[in-house]
């Protein structure tokens, strides 16, 4: 798919080995083969999804991309396509995938639903973006998007991992961030990270009003 | 056929029957009967064996809170056919308890089950009455008119904080967790301890414990995470050796609050949210949920509107079927090769779908008498080459790949067999019912639209295995065919629309029942109105979540491997089990 | 006899297969990066290959088709933007995720609202494209967009706002022509019945 050549422009080389020689960086021909080989989790969430195995399927086929080989396993996947709504229950299994999954890996949130709550963001049992508890690098906007556009959500994808160099690389900095705490489900999602905050909110002295319910216009 | 309709259409009026322990529903838009609680259970029986009504089809609970009462409403049906007797059982608020019909239809199981997570209805006499949708230790019965979600604004929309003077920002920034969370007073989330899963762990492991010989069961887990759940669908199956000797599915991983936001939005508000339901045939749920309003409006949509919309839900129906064979490939091993085939068909009636509704899969096409918007320039003729000439050769070359198929026959053949009896009481639906040798299709059994002047049979299979589930479904797939090429032929000129389009429609308060028959079975919306641009409750009858019931006895006995087989039988989409 | 059903199958992916090359042989260079190649891809006798090679060529897109709302202004001579928008509210009334929020301009001197918006957002994270608040607009001011490649590396800037928001009307005019020069239509009938109809009066209020 991609005519783009591996060469640095830096090197000269000489007419009779064009063609058939190429002088790179090693960090170049790292980040050229991961992001032609870039292996997404075979994970659906919602209607997203549908539109996510029409991706692989003839029409848009992502094998054009180097991603047809979806994998069941995080154990063997570079990225995780979080498609669709995220309740409070999948929280907790997403998180533990995500944590499963080795370095370096990347998450694309998918749709309006992953990306914010999208349309079910008012209910009860929906989170309010999958980045409030895993990082995210592409967001793709829509609902549901088009395979066309979560096929250029992909590419931006490849393009940030195109950019990405060994030595700067945070994947590969010392003291590499620890996996995230998965939340616990008790009468509501609990994040470990902020059980504090929930214990100085449910002991506040009550108020008439709680502040967290009424509607605060500013700005 | 017609002569039949007239002796099954009557509805029998069973407060005279049962005199003293049920009266007519006389409230203003109400129909059917209320039965004391104390008396649900003789009546039931007496109903299912002495008058014929032996199909549970939907248990609903609604919260009468300026009553004070609970009701719980049964729809109850004949599987020969006929409308339904409709019943209610009224409750106190904050005592609600029903007894559970449990072991009169186990259709209810789950239904019921939903009712108590949702609306806090506890039913006496269910075995396994846990949480379904939410979790164990979940705080309140989200359902409950006075139960409050983190974002609450207002009872109803549209919100006043949007116009004139709009907000700014996220709404999540109003929380003080900055995200859509809530904890009870008084919480302390160091000392909580999840609970969550150890009722459903016990009922596994008391499998097997009284056998003479004392073997250990595992017990597994599928999913919620697993490539042939189907989405995010996890099982719980203790296995003897590889034979399954007990499964619970666990759903809920995708409970998107639907009826409780459908209870905020305006009636037009709650068409795009059903697009969400069967993500895979949502012109279906389109067609379901303008029925129920419709006819709580007493509207009748122009003709042309009703040949469109039929053309729609048939497409929807082929498409969802050569989808579902596809899926039936994949899980017998095949991976990917034929389900790209049928992604190929699927693409090209997307493609019809995109050209008239805007939208590949959610098409929020249909509208209150009548449809958005007529068929562009060109697509009529684009059907017309697809029905007439595609679709049926495709279809052919599906049973010649695939009926024949020495691997298919062998795997599908007597796998998951489910009979007659136990289709009808688990209150299976669509082609799981058919493929058990009951001939029950709403289109035919209480006729909607246009479908009484269409020529199409009902399609019946006797064996009701996982084959014969497949065999319905292309059988079925050809009957569709059949419709759409009556369809692209008598498709009239004129309006698309009864009256003037309008945001806010005027709904009558009252109560209706509205059910087509969606490509994966019976797809009903309750609606009560109380006369205000808001539905008061707004209830789904999901197809899928009610024939997950018979999974359980498709699978004891059977192997591990032949789990997956049956539930991509079942053919579930977990946007409607779940909601 | 054994085999037959499964051979029989095989020989159906293998017709695919040949197909995809007497298909290539048949139509020639046509085929790929062509309009006319990806509509004989999406025709209802296609053969062989079916893959629109995104992002080379694009699966076109019909006119009704839908993603996110935009607004629609008339482009003044000197550059400057009139939003068709008079902030009467029906979008953010219709819309069902509430995801429209409109800020009502006042007058600065009397209070009073004027007919345009001062600020207009859209939370493209909550908005599910359901085309309601263009389908019930009384001012044609609010249209669904066909530009679906947003992907972002974050999520800021996913709150549209007015500037973000505004597509002048020869972009809706070019890609929704047909709805276009309807509503053009539809809008020069009304204005010749409302000046058919002003003008007896104003002879009659000159005489």
Redesign the interface.
């Given at each position: 798919m991609s005519d783009e050549t591996i060469q640095s422009s830096n090197y000269e080389i000489p007419p009779e080995m064009q063609g058939t020689v190429s002088i790179t960086s090693l960090d170049k021909v790292y980040a050229w083969s991961r992001k032609n080989s870039m292996w997404p989790m075979m994970f659906g969430l919602a209607c997203c999804a549908i539109e996510m195995i029409v991706l692989a399927a003839s029409r848009f086929d992502i094998a054009r991309f180097g991603m047809e080989v979806m994998r069941p396993s995080p154990r063997q996947s570079d990225f995780l396509i979080v498609s669709g709504t995220v309740t409070k229950k999948m929280v907790p299994q997403i998180v533990r995938l995500y944590n499963q999954m080795p370095e370096p890996k990347y998450v694309v949130s998918m749709g309006a639903c992953a990306s914010g709550g999208g349309p079910f963001k008012e209910g009860y049992s929906v989170v309010s973006g999958i980045d409030k508890y895993i990082p995210v690098d592409v967001y793709i906007p829509g609902c549901p998007p088009t395979p066309q556009a979560l096929l250029n959500g992909l590419i931006a994808l490849t393009k940030k991992v195109d950019k990405e160099r060994i030595k700067t690389s945070e994947w590969y900095a010392k003291g590499s961030e620890a996996a995230v705490p998965v939340p616990v489900l008790g009468p509501d999602l609990m994040d470990p990270r902020k059980y504090a905050l929930i214990y100085e909110q449910t002991h506040r002295p009550i108020e008439p009003e709680i502040p967290a319910e009424t509607e605060q216009k500013e700005g | 056929m017609s002569e039949e309709q007239v002796t099954v259409a009557q509805i029998p009026d069973i407060s005279l029957q049962f005199e003293g322990r049920v009266v007519k529903d006389t409230r203003a838009g109400y129909s059917g009967f209320i039965v004391g609680a104390e008396h649900l259970l003789d009546v039931v029986q007496t109903l299912r064996d002495e008058l014929g009504f032996d199909y549970l089809s939907s248990v609903t609970g609604v919260d009468y809170l300026p009553e004070g009462k609970m009701e719980v409403v049964y729809h109850l049906y004949r599987s020969i056919g006929g409308p339904a007797l409709v019943f209610k059982v009224q409750v106190p608020r904050d005592e609600a308890v029903v007894p559970s019909l449990y072991h009169i239809f186990k259709s209810a199981d789950w239904q019921e089950r939903e009712a108590w997570d949702l609306m806090g209805i506890r039913f006496v006499g269910h075995p396994d009455l846990r949480r379904i949708l939410t979790w164990e230790g979940f705080a309140g019965h989200p359902l409950r008119k006075d139960w409050k979600e983190p974002y609450f604004e207002e009872e109803t929309k549209p919100y006043k904080s949007r116009w004139p003077e709009g907000i700014t920002g996220y709404i999540e920034d109003n929380n003080p967790y900055h995200d859509n969370l809530q904890y009870p007073a008084g919480f302390d989330p160091e000392t909580w301890i999840p609970q969550a899963e150890e009722a459903l762990y016990a009922s596994a492991q008391k499998i097997g414990r009284d056998k003479e010989l004392h073997t250990d069961t595992v017990v597994v887990n599928l999913g919620p995470q697993h490539p042939s759940t189907h989405g995010v669908f996890r099982m719980v199956a203790a296995l003897d050796g590889e034979q399954v000797v007990f499964l619970k599915p666990v759903v809920g991983y995708l409970h998107r609050n639907h009826e409780k936001i459908g209870e905020r939005n305006t009636y037009l508000q709650n068409m795009p949210f059903t697009d969400r339901l069967d993500y895979v045939s949502s012109m279906s749920n389109n067609f379901g949920y303008a029925l129920a309003v419709e006819k709580l409006m007493g509207i009748k949509p122009p003709e042309r509107a009703d040949y469109i919309r039929v053309m729609m839900a048939e497409l929807t129906r082929w498409m969802n079927h050569v989808f579902s064979f596809g899926f039936l490939w994949n899980d017998l091993g095949s991976y990917f090769t034929p389900m790209i085939y049928a992604l190929e068909e699927r693409e090209l009636i997307l493609d019809i779908f995109e050209a008239v509704s805007g939208s590949r899969m959610m098409c929020n096409y249909f509208r209150f008498g009548g449809v958005a918007r007529d068929l562009p320039e060109g697509v009529l003729n684009k059907v017309k080459e697809l029905v007439f000439e595609r679709m049926p050769r495709q279809l052919d070359a599906i049973d010649k790949m695939l009926s024949t198929n020495e691997i298919v026959r062998n795997r599908c053949i007597g796998c998951g067999v489910l009979t007659a009896e136990q289709a009808i009481n688990n209150g299976a639906s669509g082609p799981n019912l058919r493929a058990s040798g009951v001939p029950y299709d709403i289109r035919r059994a209480d006729p909607y639209s246009i479908y009484d002047r269409l020529d199409f049979d009902v399609v019946v299979h006797y064996h009701g295995d996982v084959y014969d589930r497949y065999l319905t479904r292309l059988d079925e797939a050809r009957q569709s065919n059949r419709i759409l090429q009556q369809v692209v032929r008598d498709i009239p000129e004129g309006p698309i629309m009864t009256g003037k389009p309008a945001y806010q429609v005027r709904v009558p308060a009252g109560e209706a029942y509205g059910r087509v028959e969606a490509p994966k079975g019976e797809l009903g919306f309750y609606i009560v109105s109380t006369g205000k641009p808001n539905p008061w409750r707004y209830h789904v009858r999901a197809p899928s979540f009610i024939n997950l019931t018979s999974l359980e006895d498709m699978c004891r006995g059977g192997k591990i491997a032949d789990v997956v087989l049956n539930l991509g039988a079942i053919d579930i989409v977990l946007g409607e089990v779940d909601r | 006899m054994?085999?037959?059903?499964?051979l029989?199958?095989l020989l159906?992916?293998f017709k695919?297969f040949v197909m995809t090359y007497v298909e290539d042989f048949r139509k020639g260079k046509k085929r790929y990066y062509t309009a006319e190649g990806i509509e004989s891809r999406?025709?209802?006798?296609?053969q062989g290959?079916?893959?629109?090679?995104?992002?080379e060529e694009?699966?076109p897109?019909?006119?009704?088709?839908?993603?996110?709302p935009f607004l629609v202004y008339e482009e003044g001579p000197n550059g400057e933007k009139d939003l068709r928008c008079t902030?009467c509210?029906?979008c953010?009334?219709?819309?069902?995720?509430?995801?429209?929020?409109?800020?009502?301009t006042n007058d600065p001197v009397t209070g009073k609202?004027v007919p345009q918006p001062k600020?207009?957002?859209i939370?493209?994270?909550?908005?599910?494209?359901?085309?309601?608040c263009a389908?019930?607009c009384p001012f044609d001011a609010i249209k669904?967009d066909h530009d679906?490649?947003?992907?972002?590396?974050?999520?800021q800037g996913?709150?549209y706002d007015i500037e973000r928001l505004s597509k002048p009307v020869s972009y809706y005019a070019g890609i929704r022509p047909?709805n276009y020069s309807a509503e053009e239509h539809a809008r020069q009938e009304k204005e010749a019945l409302k000046a058919a109809a002003k003008k007896p009066a104003a002879t009659e209020g000159a005489g």
């Open positions: - | - | 054994t085999g037959k059903g499964f029989s199958m159906g992916v695919r999406r025709k209802a006798d296609v290959i079916f893959t629109i090679q995104y992002p694009k699966l897109v019909p006119e009704e088709f839908r993603f996110l902030s509210g029906i953010a009334k219709v819309c069902p995720p509430q995801c429209i929020s409109i800020v009502r609202p600020e207009f957002y939370d493209v994270d909550i908005c599910m494209n359901c085309g309601l389908e019930y669904m679906y490649e947003l992907a972002s590396y974050t999520r996913n709150i047909t």
